[in-house]
C-alpha cells in the first residue's frame, strides 16, 4: 500500500523499481527513491489491484506509465546513458547546479555527475530508524564523510526536518508533530548538538559547512536560527522558504541570513493547503502551477534586492525545463537528485540567461500549470 522512508532508506540493490497504492509525487518516499535513482509510480490507487504476485512490469517513471506482462520489453527499449552527455557539453550551466543527499553514498556519487556541490543534505535521514539520537561524535564523523566525500566545495546541512512520514522514534509526545525549527525551539538540544557537530566537522576536515533550517515562519526565527549557528562557528547561514508568510515577507531577512533557499514541496503544500501524501490532489503540488511561480518570482526579487543568495532545492528542479524558467527568474543555483543532474546542466549549458528569462515569462503568463509548461516549451523552442 505504501512504503516509510525509513523502510525505503533501507532498500538494497535488489529494489529495481516501486509502485503504491497511496502517496503523492513530493512524499518523501517518492524522493528517497528519486534519490536512488530508483523508478518510482505512487498513488495508483485501485489499478493496483490488477498486479499479481510474481507478474513482470515495465515502469516507466518519467511518463507514470506501468507495462503489465511485459514478455521482452529490451526490444522496445533503448537506454541512454546521460552519463555520457557530460563529455559532449563543453560550456557551464548558466546558473550552479548543485546536488541533493541524504547519506555519505549519496555524496559520494555525486562525483560522477556534473555537480559543484551539495545543495541540500537532508541530515534526518541519518536519524531514521534509531531509538535514540546520534552523538555529537557520531553526528560529527558522519558530517566530515559527507564533507570529504562531496563534490566541489560546497556542502549545505539543512537541520533536522521531520514530518508526519518522517516520524523519529525518539521523538514522541507533544514534540513528535513539530517540524523543523519549530521542534528545535520546543527540543533545543537536538539543534545544538547538530549545530555543534557540524562545525567540528568542517573544522577538522579543513572544508566550508553551510547550515540552513526548515520551516522559518518569520525574521524573528531565521535571526535566531542565525545567531545560535554563528556561535558555533558556522559562518554561511541560510533558512528555507516553505510557508507563504516568510515568502512574502523576505526583504525582513536583511542583515540576518546569508541565502534563501526555495522549497518548492511544502510552499506547494502551504499555498494551496494539500497533504504531500495525498495522491488525489497531486495537480496542486505540480512546480507549474502559476501562483508557485509567481510566488518564486516575488521571493527571488525581494532576496536580491538585500543581496541573499538565492537557490531551489525542491524536487521541481530537477525538470530541465523548469530549471530553465527558475534561471530566468533570477534563481542563483538548483539542486536536485543525481540521476537528473545530467539532464538539468545540459539544459542549462545550452541556452543563455536571456534566454531563460524570457521562457520565464511566458510561463508566468500562463492562466493554468499545463499551459504554463507548453507555453515555456514552445518559448525554448523559438
Not at 530508483?38 to 506501468?66: H, K, M, R, T, Y
Not at 530508524?129 to 557520531?138: D, M, T
Not at 562557528?233 to 516568510?246: C, F, K, Q, R, S
Not at 518564486?296 to 538565492?310: G, H, M, P, Q
Request: net charge negative; charged share 20%.
Amino acid at each position: 500500500d505504501d512504503l516509510s522512508p525509513a523502510e525505503t532508506a533501507q532498500f538494497t540493490s535488489a529494489v529495481v523499481g516501486v509502485v503504491t497504492k497511496f502517496g503523492g509525487p513530493t512524499s518523501h518516499t517518492a524522493i528517497v527513491c528519486r534519490q536512488r535513482g530508483i523508478p518510482a509510480i505512487v498513488g495508483v490507487g485501485q489499478l493496483i489491484d490488477q498486479i499479481s504476485l510474481g507478474q513482470d512490469l515495465l515502469i516507466d517513471a518519467a511518463e507514470s506509465l506501468i507495462v503489465l506482462n511485459a514478455d521482452q520489453p529490451q526490444q522496445h527499449i533503448v537506454r541512454t546513458d546521460l552519463s555520457d552527455s557530460q563529455s559532449q557539453i563543453q560550456s557551464e550551466p548558466i546558473i550552479e547546479v548543485l546536488g541533493n543527499a541524504g547519506s555519505t553514498a549519496d555524496a559520494e556519487a555525486l562525483n560522477q555527475t556534473r555537480a559543484s556541490g551539495i545543495g541540500l543534505f537532508r541530515t534526518e535521514l541519518l536519524f531514521l530508524n534509531r531509538p535514540v539520537a546520534p552523538s555529537l561524535e557520531e553526528q560529527a564523523a558522519l558530517y566530515s564523510r559527507v564533507l570529504e566525500s562531496a563534490p566541489g566545495s560546497k556542502v549545505i546541512f539543512r537541520t533536522l526536518d521531520v514530518d508526519s512520514d518522517k516520524a523519529l522514534p525518539f521523538i514522541s509526545g507533544r514534540h513528535s508533530d513539530l517540524r523543523g525549527w519549530r521542534l528545535h525551539k520546543a527540543a533545543p538540544q537536538i539543534l545544538q548538538t547538530q549545530l555543534a557537530a557540524i562545525s567540528l566537522a568542517a573544522k577538522s576536515t579543513g572544508k566550508n559547512a553551510a547550515v540552513m533550517a526548515p520551516m522559518i515562519s518569520t525574521a524573528h526565527d531565521a535571526g535566531e536560527f542565525a545567531e545560535l549557528a554563528k556561535l558555533n562557528g558556522i559562518g554561511d547561514v541560510g533558512v528555507m522558504v516553505e510557508t507563504p508568510e516568510l515568502a512574502s515577507n523576505i526583504e525582513q531577512l536583511a542583515g540576518l541570513v546569508d541565502f534563501v533557499s526555495i522549497g518548492t514541496n511544502d510552499l506547494s503544500r502551504y499555498l494551496f493547503g494539500v497533504d504531500r501524501l495525498a495522491s488525489e490532489s497531486a495537480e496542486l503540488l505540480d512546480g507549474w502551477q502559476p501562483k508557485l511561480l509567481q510566488a518564486i518570482k516575488e521571493i527571488t526579487l525581494s532576496a536580491k534586492a538585500i543581496s541573499l543568495r538565492v537557490s531551489v532545492c525542491g524536487e521541481a528542479a530537477a525538470d530541465p525545463l523548469f530549471a530553465v524558467v527558475l534561471a530566468g527568474l533570477g534563481v542563483d543555483s538548483v539542486s536536485m537528485a543525481g540521476p537528473a543532474i545530467a539532464r538539468v546542466a545540459a539544459q542549462l549549458s545550452e541556452i543563455s540567461k536571456e534566454k531563460a528569462r524570457e521562457v520565464a515569462l511566458a510561463a508566468l503568463a500562463a492562466a493554468d500549470r499545463k499551459a504554463a509548461r507548453q507555453l515555456a516549451s514552445a518559448k525554448l523552442e523559438q
